[in-house]
């Protein structure tokens, strides 16, 4: 009789860690899943910021792309090289590897880009955490940067 009462202690403990363990897994679950969800809205691929969606004309407009350039000189050259990899990555065939609006995205919201941005983020990293700096451009200034280093 005694015997059998603590068999059933034991199987009553172990049917609970049993329950606590499952109860955990279900958890880690839920919590995994909406991760999950957190990471495919942070994988747009045009970024975070006030430019939603961008589609390029498929010529480059010569007159856009100068006034880009020279706003480049001005607010950009300091940290970005179009022959090198300088402060900042070097910005020559950039939409191979971003789209338009992720570029403008990061010219006009970098802080958030960095923070929230996986690829923007990965770049904060690889730069040993100098930031791309906010240069307060214009949206229009941004497209015509963009058009310059479609020239690139
Ligand atoms: C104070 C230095 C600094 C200035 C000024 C600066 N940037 Fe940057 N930029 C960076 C750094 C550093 C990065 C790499 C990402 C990071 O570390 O945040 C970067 C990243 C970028 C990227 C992403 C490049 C890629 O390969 O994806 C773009 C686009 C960019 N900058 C454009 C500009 C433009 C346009 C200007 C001028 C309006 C400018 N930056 C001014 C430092 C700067």
Request: hydrophobic share 35%; with cysteine.
């Given at each position: 009789?005694k ?6 202690t ?59 350039g020279e ?18 990555p ?16 990061m ?24 930031p ?17 280093f479609?020239?690139?």
């Amino acid at each position: 009789m005694k015997l059998t009462n603590s068999t059933t202690t034991l199987l009553t403990l172990l049917f609970s860690v049993f329950l606590i363990t499952c109860n955990g897994e279900a958890n880690k679950q839920t919590a995994s899943a909406s991760d999950k969800e957190v990471t495919s809205a942070e994988e747009n691929p045009d970024g975070i910021g006030p430019v939603k969606e961008l589609i390029l004309p498929p010529t480059i407009d010569e007159e856009l792309a100068q006034r880009g350039g020279e706003i480049f000189l001005n607010k950009c050259s300091a940290c970005h090289k179009t022959d090198k990899r300088f402060i900042g990555p070097n910005p020559t065939g950039i939409l191979e590897r971003r789209t338009p609006a992720w570029v403008m995205n990061m010219i006009l919201n970098p802080e958030e880009m960095v923070q929230k941005d996986p690829v923007a983020r990965q770049l904060l990293i690889e730069y040993n955490g100098a930031p791309m700096a906010n240069q307060n451009l214009t949206e229009e200034e941004a497209r015509a940067v963009l058009e310059y280093f479609r020239t690139l």
